[in-house]
């Protein structure tokens, strides 16, 4: 079967850096995303990897290893609105997008 | 700008009576989806659509339909909802459903059924 695993929660200090980790087993890869979602909202598109290596965007960055099954999520200078769910998917080979169960990321002063 | 939107946001009904989620976006988006998010299970699809009159169940279709009469619209009908359907749903769209196209979201809609 397919599958995302996530932490279930995480917790951070204001100003800190954590990394959120991602492992997948999937039929096939067709990229890897990141979205961020805070609680009662919609998801909003964070990053998108579909070779090996690290994706930087701002504070955020974004990690993938195919050979590995494996992506992370870099947050650094954490602030308190970063405080949300961040969901790892990834693309199977029938372009499908399998969701991971999401991460809740509580960061506190 | 550029949207997707649903109605209602908020429903609360009872056990049998059937019901529409409306979901429309301004993108010109080929791809639409429909979800539910339920604590500790995240996100899953229940139907999707390619493109107009084309559509395809995803992993939890049972109890629900969609239609996909024009582009920008992608309803979901509840026939006969149950208590089991009470969850919050999310309406995607997206260019087409290759690679590195994001999937944009509405608001969601959350829905319990007595």
């Known amino acids: 079967g397919q599958n995302i695993d996530q932490p279930t929660e995480m917790t951070a200090t204001e100003g800190a850096i954590v990394q959120i980790n991602c492992t997948y087993q999937?039929?096939?890869?067709?990229?890897l995303f990141w979205y961020q979602q805070h609680a009662g909202e919609a998801p909003t598109f964070l990053s998108y990897?579909?070779l090996d290596g690290l994706e930087e965007k701002g504070r955020f960055s974004s990690f993938l290893s195919r050979s590995k099954g494996y992506s992370y999520l870099l947050l650094k200078e954490l602030q308190m609105k970063d405080s949300a769910s961040y969901l790892c998917?990834?693309?199977?080979?029938?372009?499908?997008?399998?969701w991971g169960a999401g991460t809740k990321l509580i960061i506190k002063p | 700008e550029a949207q997707v939107t649903q109605n209602p946001r908020y429903l609360i009904t009872v056990t049998g009576k059937k019901l529409t989620v409306t979901c429309s976006q301004n993108?010109?988006?080929?791809?639409m989806s429909w979800y539910r998010q339920d604590p500790g299970l995240g996100l899953r699809q229940i139907y999707y659509?390619?493109?107009?009159?084309?559509?395809d169940k995803g992993d939890v279709p049972e109890g629900y339909k969609v239609s996909r009469k024009e582009k920008r619209n992608f309803p979901l009908i509840l026939e006969s909802p149950s208590p089991n359907q009470t969850s919050l749903y999310f309406c995607?769209?997206?260019?087409?459903?290759?690679?590195?196209?994001?999937?944009?979201f509405g608001p969601g809609t959350r829905l319990t059924v007595t």
């Open positions: 995607a769209s997206s260019f087409g459903p290759d690679s590195s196209y994001e999937q944009y």
């Open positions: 993108m010109n988006h080929e791809y």
């Open positions: 659509s390619m493109n107009v009159e084309v559509t």
């Open positions: 999937t039929s096939g890869f067709n990229g």
């Open positions: 990897n579909v």
């Open positions: 998917a990834v693309k199977d080979s029938n372009y499908q997008l399998i």
